[in-house]
T-cell receptor, first 112, second 115 residues
């Protein structure tokens, strides 16, 4: 079974709006990562947040982590058409070393 | 130009054939991974390798085999024992395999279709 589950599965917004994606997981983790995938391409790493961090920023991206609720959110501010992609969270369970478990992804469409 | 490459981009297989997918990296990473992605789904781990001449099964290793004879290369063979091989295959690498996860760097993927 997947460790991380994204919500919503699909999201459609207008350019300039903010996009929020959520990830829930089941067991204790060391790190949580977010990746982006353009259609038919490989994944690109966006941001890594450690279990002792609560919030992290990178450009227009803001990631939060709530270990008590076993959840994370990815916020993309002032979205652009080029942000259209699938976004995946990946977790490393505390007893699984470096192995990442990926969620099913959120498919984001940003309309110009 | 550093990175991770996969070839071919598209691959067609007939029933009963073995096919090998190539993955090469020049990032000097110790750890390499193979994932399978089905349409609209996340990634599932097939095999991973921490070091040359060592590899371990992931969650869905049945019907697949790998080798790690060189640090730069981690080819995946999809055997005839894999009953439903049509999927998108992604190779990745990371600096090391340690207790805590590192960023993984992904290749562009190979789309395998069974005819």
């Amino acid at each position: 079974s997947q460790q991380g589950e994204e919500d919503p599965q699909a999201l459609s917004i207008q350019e300039g709006e903010n996009a929020t994606m959520n990830c829930s997981y089941k067991t204790s983790i060391n790190n949580l990562q977010w990746y982006r995938q353009n259609s038919g391409r490989g994944l690109v790493h966006l941001i890594l947040i450690r279990s002792n961090e609560r919030e992290k920023h990178s450009g227009r991206l803001r990631v939060t982590l709530d270990t008590s609720k076993k959840s994370s959110s990815l916020l993309i501010t002032a979205s652009r058409a080029a942000d259209t992609a699938s976004y995946f969270c990946a977790t490393d369970a505390d007893n699984a070393g470096n192995m990442l478990t990926f969620g099913g992804g959120t498919r984001l469409m940003v309309k110009p | 130009d550093g990175g991770i490459t996969q070839s071919p981009k598209y691959l067609f297989r007939k029933e009963g054939q073995n096919v090998t997918l190539s993955c090469e990296q020049n990032l000097n990473h110790d750890a390499m991974y193979w994932y399978r992605q089905d349409p609209g789904q996340g990634l599932r781990l097939i095999y991973y390798s921490q070091i040359v001449n060592d590899f371990q099964k992931g969650d869905i290793a049945e019907g697949y085999s790998v080798s790690r004879e060189k640090k730069e290369s981690f080819p995946l063979t999809v055997t005839s024992a894999q009953k439903n091989p049509t999927a998108f295959y992604l190779c990745a690498s990371s600096i090391r395999l340690s207790r805590y996860s590192d960023t993984q760097y992904f290749g562009p993927g190979t789309r395998l279709t069974v005819l």
